[in-house]
Nanobody, 127 residues
């Protein structure tokens, strides 16, 4: 069973930066993709960014492209999300997710495609 533990987040003013981290642990880590999703109050969970574990290819939602950067450290089984130029609409609980190893590219933006989830970390951007 893969476990994901997030850290980071917090409160920042609009225009500022924050980063969140996610460490994966378990008997065998073989995910093909890791991703970040977010969920604001009263809204559905939405895709933010994903990274292919082998190769490091990155994918972003248009709303964060150019402002957020997803990266990974395979030696630590960790994925990171650097968030710059934050806006109040970025306020949400951010969740790390990992698949079981068979996820295809066309499905990476779909939350139900991921089997493993972290507990979430709050990011609040004040105006």
């Amino acid at each position: 069973q893969v476990q994901l533990v997030e850290s980071g987040g917090g409160l920042v003013q609009a225009g500022g930066s924050l980063s969140v981290s996610c460490a994966a642990s378990g008997p065998t880590f073989s995910s093909r993709f890791m991703a970040w999703f977010r969920q604001a109050p009263g809204k559905e969970r939405e895709f933010v960014a994903a990274i292919r574990w082998r190769g490091g290819n990155t994918y972003y939602d248009d709303s964060v492209k150019g402002r957020f950067t997803i990266s990974r450290d395979s030696t630590k089984n960790s994925v990171y999300l650097q968030m710059n130029s934050l806006k109040p609409e970025d306020t949400a609980v951010y969740y790390c997710a990992a698949d079981t190893g068979g996820l295809i590219l066309s499905a990476i933006r779909t939350s139900v495609a991921y089997a493993y989830w972290g507990q979430g970390t709050q990011v609040t951007v004040s105006s």
